[in-house]
């Protein structure tokens, strides 16, 4: 627009716009060149770069040499070094020599040396625990029974001034088959192992007691933190714990649970952690059953009643429970980083009155790091007043300022544009989830799902740019539809309203989310309260109409805003894209993938898009976009770029998933004898691509559908080897006939009384003989309820497959554990019944069985590309009628 004179302003700060006139037909002194808008683009891109860079950024690695220097330091190099050694025993399931021999010999020699050198203050008390029980678990909103025969925890206890209370650490030393374990969890346990070595040499004794439990039972899952906390005489002293866990391969340690409530809790990771990086909206994700994952944090919170705080790793998901989670790919830095949080915690929780008073507060606490620079942390009842606050200024302040420009004549029309903001700012939401869904959807018909796996950077061509190419374009359409063509608001001021339409949207989501008691609303309350900022400048400067200094101050206070939601880009993309590959393939990932993307460019760019209004012209721009959109699928759909998995020959792979389950089925019958036996492979489906590879695998021999197979028919849930019936029962998995594995023994049931304890009630006396892994299957038969076992105090209710409804009961064994005896009562309808009661099917896995493996089984893991990674297994499927 044109600068009008004299006679129609009124000086430099009370403007008034003549009402007669058609400014928007008028070419405008606040148009800019529209190469900006490119540069808008770049500016996005640079900031993205820089938190991804923050994100990775680790400190320098301390070395023995250091010690002199800094005597009371963690020294990265003395943990890595038992990272080497715990991770060079190979993989270590619970039940193993390797877990249940080589890293128990090798924790507690360790401990005997830290013990020995420690400083004479100091009294450090070890026990192992050898312990069996079981509880009910819900997982996935699946029922079932976890039971555990001695497992083993090594425990070390670093004695204090109070011996009445205690700060637990806890990590797990056992690692799940084929996999290492060196991120998940050994490094918390080489961490650890530190921090006890750093404190029990200090002169001055904690004020209380610092137990330390390494455990040799979770991934099974959560077991031996479980009979820690059930029935350790240890466990009555603990008021508070900290978790090291890790659901990726290194990176940064993320606080992702802390609770429950006890905002003491945060305000001790305020005090004491050095490089910050926690998100109170990871915790309500975690918790809301997104990520197919659980912690010990859960045992000790509910088992125990005890708050504490989880940690995890979540970079390099790709590298999570296989082959490549070993030391190779986790540096020095990762430990230093760790062991300098968890060290300075775990003293300011040791030495803190908090500890044995932390029950005083039960409030829910926000709390958020900035790019790891500062630690915010405030009550959820604290956090509704700013959100509320923040909100509520953020469309008043630059209503107000933009009416003041006006001296008061246009609010109408300032009103008017800030819903041509507000609407063009939802429906360019909705418009560009649409398109990025069919654009999924396309990709998947194609036959091209996930070609962003290792391909990151094609999520910001195939979903982001389309996604900001329709948001731009609904905005352009808003304005030709909605807005008026003879507003007498200068172009600056126009665009400024539409902003406020932004404020509006984001502020209408804030205050939603907020009182429906969720704290994730923090995340779109800063990215207002930056907008806030600018708009406050801007008016108190009197620039609202000035030609470009309050674009100046706007975009200024938006790169803290990018910074912001930039760092939510990578955070959410590098959590969730390695977790598509174990997901099944019954959802269509590039739907989430897509659905996160378009979320995160309007989180982005809303601030940034009616800015565009701003060029001169916008073909530049959508040119731009449309041409890396156009580039980005061609990629995706027509060369390798888009091939989802990658080796490790770069040293980054990014492998797709299988389990392979060579199996010999026996099944017996009612009077004990043989019906028969058959034997096959089970292949389990982990992602949308993995039928294609199956099939590959299994060529010539056609795969049947786990629920077609033929003992379908009439076996207990199929006779399908069940070792893990959370995700099994979820996953498709595929059958093929083919001759027996080698199985020199496996676990097996039989009964040893049945008695009739009235006209409808019967007991019956079971025993399992063998040490090995299991999964027991109960299964009355129609007519027949069961109504009480002795397995553990709670009977869990049955799961359905199939059109069945059995009791699943996963049984751990560490170290020889012996028979277990099982009494089971069992109502039936029919009065004085005397036939068959139960299915009971008993299903033992050998995980780390290669050098026993048929060759046959070698063949077909010959199949297996090298871009994919498999866990072999072995398993004896034992079917019986009692």
């Given at each position: 627009?044109?600068?009008?004179s004299?006679?129609?302003?009124?000086?430099a700060k009370?403007?008034?716009?003549?009402?007669?006139?058609?400014?928007?037909?008028v070419?405008?002194?606040?148009?800019?060149?529209?190469?900006?808008g490119?540069g808008?683009?770049?500016?996005?891109?640079?900031i993205?770069?820089?938190?991804?860079?923050?994100?990775s950024?680790?400190?320098?690695?301390?070395?023995n040499?250091?010690?002199?220097k800094?005597?009371n330091?963690?020294i990265?190099e003395?943990?890595y070094?038992?990272?080497?050694?715990?991770?060079?025993?190979g993989?270590k399931?619970?039940g193993?020599?390797?877990?249940?021999v080589?890293?128990?010999?090798?924790?507690l020699?360790?401990i005997s040396?830290?013990?020995?050198?420690?400083?004479?203050?100091?009294?450090?008390?070890?026990?192992?625990?050898?312990v069996?029980?079981?509880?009910?678990?819900?997982y996935?909103?699946?029922s079932?029974?976890s039971?555990?025969r001695n497992?083993?925890?090594?425990?070390?206890?670093?004695?204090?001034?109070n011996k009445?209370?205690?700060l637990?650490l806890?990590?797990?030393?056992d690692?799940?088959a084929?996999?290492p374990?060196?991120?998940d969890d050994l490094s918390?346990?080489?961490?650890?192992?530190?921090i006890l070595?750093?404190?029990s040499r200090e002169?001055?004794i904690?004020?209380?007691?610092?137990?330390?439990?390494?455990n040799g039972?979770?991934?099974?899952p959560?077991?031996a933190?479980h009979?820690f906390?059930?029935?350790?005489?240890?466990?009555?002293?603990?008021?508070a714990?900290?978790?090291?866990e890790s659901a990726?391969s290194?990176?940064k340690?993320?606080?992702f649970?802390s609770?429950?409530?006890?905002p003491w809790?945060?305000?001790m990771?305020?005090?004491?952690?050095?490089?910050?990086?926690a998100?109170?909206?990871?915790?309500?994700?975690?918790q809301?059953?997104?990520?197919?994952s659980?912690?010990?944090?859960?045992v000790?919170r509910?088992?125990?009643g005890?708050?504490?705080m989880?940690f995890a790793?979540?970079?390099?998901?790709?590298?999570?429970?296989t082959?490549y989670?070993?030391i190779?790919?986790?540096p020095?830095?990762?430990?230093?980083?760790?062991?300098d949080?968890?060290?300075?915690?775990t003293k300011?929780?040791?030495n803190?009155?908090?500890l044995?008073?932390q029950?005083?507060k039960?409030?829910?606490?926000?709390?958020f790091?900035?790019?790891?620079?500062?630690?915010?942390h405030?009550s959820?009842?604290?956090?509704?007043?700013?959100?509320l606050?923040?909100v509520l200024?953020s469309?008043?302040?630059?209503?107000?300022?933009?009416?003041?420009?006006?001296?008061?004549?246009h609010?109408r029309?300032?009103?008017?544009?800030?819903?041509?903001g507000?609407v063009?700012?939802?429906l360019?939401?909705?418009?560009?989830?649409?398109?990025?869904?069919?654009?999924g959807y396309?990709?998947?018909?194609?036959?091209?799902p996930m070609?962003?796996y290792?391909?990151?950077n094609l999520?910001l061509?195939i979903?982001c740019c389309?996604?900001?190419?329709?948001?731009c374009?609904?905005h352009v359409?808003c304005?030709k539809?909605?807005?008026?063509?003879?507003?007498?608001?200068?172009l600056?001021?126009?665009?400024?309203a539409?902003?406020?339409g932004?404020?509006?949207?984001?502020?209408?989501?804030?205050l939603?989310?907020?009182?429906?008691g969720?704290?994730?609303?923090?995340?779109?309350m800063?990215?207002?309260f930056?907008?806030l900022l600018s708009?406050?400048?801007?008016?108190?400067?009197?620039?609202q109409?000035?030609?470009?200094?309050?674009?100046?101050?706007?975009?200024?206070f938006q790169?803290?805003?990018?910074?912001?939601?930039?760092?939510f880009?990578h955070?959410?993309?590098?959590?969730?894209?390695?977790?598509?590959?174990r997901?099944?393939?019954?959802i269509n990932?590039?739907?989430i993938i897509?659905a996160?993307?378009?979320?995160l460019?309007?989180?982005?760019?809303?601030?940034?898009?009616?800015?565009?209004?701003?060029?001169?012209?916008?073909d530049?721009l959508?040119g731009?976009?449309?041409?890396?959109?156009?580039?980005?699928l061609l990629?995706?759909?027509?060369?390798?770029v888009g091939?989802?998995?990658?080796?490790?020959?770069l040293?980054a792979p990014?492998?797709?998933?299988?389990?392979?389950?060579h199996?010999l089925r026996t099944?017996?019958d009612?009077?004990?004898g043989?019906?028969?036996?058959d034997?096959g492979f089970l292949l389990q489906?982990l992602?949308?691509?993995?039928?294609?590879?199956i099939?590959?695998?299994a060529?010539p021999?056609?795969?049947?559908?786990?629920?077609?197979?033929?003992?379908?028919e009439?076996?207990?849930f199929?006779?399908?080897p069940f070792?893990?019936?959370w995700h099994?029962?979820?996953?498709?998995?595929?059958?093929i006939?083919?001759?027996?594995?080698?199985v020199?023994?496996s676990?097996?049931?039989?009964?040893?009384?049945?008695?009739k304890?009235s006209?409808?009630e019967?007991?019956?006396q079971?025993?399992?003989?063998?040490?090995?892994?299991?999964?027991?299957?109960?299964?009355?038969k129609?007519?027949?309820t069961?109504?009480k076992?002795d397995?553990v105090?709670?009977?869990?209710?049955?799961i359905?497959?199939n059109?069945?409804?059995g009791?699943?009961v996963l049984?751990?064994?560490g170290?020889?554990?012996g028979?277990m005896n099982i009494?089971?009562h069992l109502?039936?309808?029919?009065?004085?019944?005397?036939?068959?009661l139960?299915?009971?099917?008993?299903?033992?896995t050998?995980?780390?069985h290669?050098?026993?493996?048929?060759p046959v089984f070698?063949?077909?893991?010959?199949?297996?590309?090298?871009?994919?990674?498999?866990v072999?297994?072995v398993?004896?499927?034992?079917?019986?009628?009692?």
């Amino acid at each position: 627009m044109f600068q009008p004179s004299n006679t129609t302003r009124k000086g430099a700060k009370g403007k008034v716009l003549d009402p007669d006139i058609d400014y928007s037909k008028v070419k405008s002194v606040h148009s800019i060149s529209s190469w900006w808008g490119i540069g808008g683009i770049f500016l996005i891109l640079f900031i993205g770069n820089l938190t991804s860079y923050t994100n990775s950024h680790l400190p320098d690695a301390l070395r023995n040499a250091h010690l002199a220097k800094f005597p009371n330091a963690f020294i990265a190099e003395r943990a890595y070094k038992d990272l080497k050694i715990l991770n060079d025993f190979g993989p270590k399931p619970t039940g193993s020599y390797a877990n249940e021999v080589l890293a128990v010999d090798f924790l507690l020699r360790e401990i005997s040396y830290i013990d020995q050198l420690k400083n004479k203050n100091q009294i450090i008390v070890v026990d192992k625990q050898i312990v069996s029980g079981g509880y009910v678990g819900v997982y996935m909103n699946k029922s079932a029974t976890s039971v555990y025969r001695n497992v083993q925890n090594v425990i070390a206890k670093l004695e204090g001034k109070n011996k009445q209370h205690a700060l637990l650490l806890n990590c797990h030393f056992d690692s799940v088959a084929t996999s290492p374990g060196a991120s998940d969890d050994l490094s918390g346990c080489a961490v650890m192992l530190e921090i006890l070595r750093v404190m029990s040499r200090e002169p001055e004794i904690n004020q209380y007691s610092i137990i330390f439990l390494f455990n040799g039972a979770e991934e099974t899952p959560l077991q031996a933190s479980h009979g820690f906390i059930s029935s350790h005489s240890w466990a009555k002293e603990v008021r508070a714990f900290l978790n090291l866990e890790s659901a990726g391969s290194g990176g940064k340690e993320m606080l992702f649970q802390s609770g429950p409530k006890n905002p003491w809790l945060i305000e001790m990771y305020a005090k004491a952690i050095m490089y910050p990086y926690a998100q109170a909206a990871a915790e309500e994700v975690f918790q809301s059953g997104v990520i197919p994952s659980d912690t010990d944090f859960r045992v000790f919170r509910d088992v125990g009643g005890v708050p504490g705080m989880d940690f995890a790793y979540t970079a390099n998901g790709y590298r999570y429970h296989t082959k490549y989670d070993s030391i190779e790919y986790i540096p020095m830095t990762v430990l230093q980083r760790t062991g300098d949080n968890i060290l300075s915690l775990t003293k300011t929780i040791a030495n803190s009155d908090r500890l044995p008073t932390q029950h005083t507060k039960a409030e829910h606490t926000v709390y958020f790091d900035f790019l790891g620079v500062f630690f915010v942390h405030y009550s959820a009842d604290v956090g509704l007043m700013i959100n509320l606050s923040v909100v509520l200024l953020s469309i008043i302040i630059p209503f107000l300022s933009l009416a003041r420009s006006t001296s008061g004549t246009h609010g109408r029309q300032i009103r008017s544009e800030t819903m041509v903001g507000f609407v063009a700012t939802f429906l360019g939401a909705g418009v560009s989830g649409i398109v990025c869904f069919l654009i999924g959807y396309q990709l998947d018909l194609m036959g091209r799902p996930m070609s962003w796996y290792s391909s990151t950077n094609l999520v910001l061509g195939i979903y982001c740019c389309p996604a900001l190419l329709c948001q731009c374009l609904v905005h352009v359409l808003c304005n030709k539809v909605l807005a008026s063509k003879t507003t007498p608001l200068s172009l600056a001021l126009k665009v400024q309203a539409r902003l406020n339409g932004v404020n509006l949207f984001w502020g209408m989501l804030t205050l939603g989310i907020t009182f429906t008691g969720y704290r994730v609303a923090y995340i779109f309350m800063i990215l207002i309260f930056f907008s806030l900022l600018s708009n406050t400048l801007i008016s108190m400067f009197a620039v609202q109409n000035s030609v470009h200094k309050w674009l100046y101050i706007h975009l200024f206070f938006q790169i803290f805003a990018i910074l912001w939601s930039t760092q939510f880009y990578h955070m959410m993309l590098n959590l969730f894209i390695p977790i598509t590959g174990r997901i099944g393939a019954s959802i269509n990932p590039d739907l989430i993938i897509g659905a996160i993307s378009t979320f995160l460019t309007l989180f982005t760019c809303s601030y940034m898009t009616p800015l565009l209004f701003l060029l001169k012209k916008t073909d530049k721009l959508i040119g731009e976009l449309v041409a890396i959109t156009v580039i980005a699928l061609l990629l995706a759909s027509w060369t390798h770029v888009g091939f989802p998995y990658r080796d490790d020959s770069l040293k980054a792979p990014t492998v797709q998933r299988h389990y392979i389950t060579h199996t010999l089925r026996t099944f017996h019958d009612y009077n004990g004898g043989l019906r028969y036996t058959d034997s096959g492979f089970l292949l389990q489906e982990l992602d949308r691509n993995a039928k294609k590879t199956i099939e590959g695998i299994a060529m010539p021999d056609t795969i049947t559908p786990m629920r077609e197979i033929p003992a379908c028919e009439k076996e207990l849930f199929c006779a399908i080897p069940f070792y893990s019936i959370w995700h099994q029962v979820l996953f498709e998995n595929y059958w093929i006939p083919a001759p027996q594995p080698l199985v020199h023994s496996s676990v097996r049931c039989s009964l040893q009384n049945k008695n009739k304890l009235s006209e409808h009630e019967h007991r019956m006396q079971l025993t399992l003989t063998g040490d090995h892994q299991c999964a027991l299957v109960i299964g009355p038969k129609a007519g027949a309820t069961l109504t009480k076992w002795d397995i553990v105090n709670e009977l869990a209710d049955p799961i359905e497959f199939n059109g069945q409804r059995g009791y699943f009961v996963l049984i751990s064994s560490g170290s020889n554990p012996g028979p277990m005896n099982i009494t089971i009562h069992l109502k039936h309808e029919i009065t004085n019944y005397d036939g068959p009661l139960v299915d009971v099917m008993v299903t033992t896995t050998f995980w780390e069985h290669q050098k026993h493996h048929a060759p046959v089984f070698n063949k077909l893991l010959a199949r297996v590309p090298t871009w994919a990674h498999v866990v072999p297994s072995v398993a004896a499927v034992n079917s019986y009628i009692f």
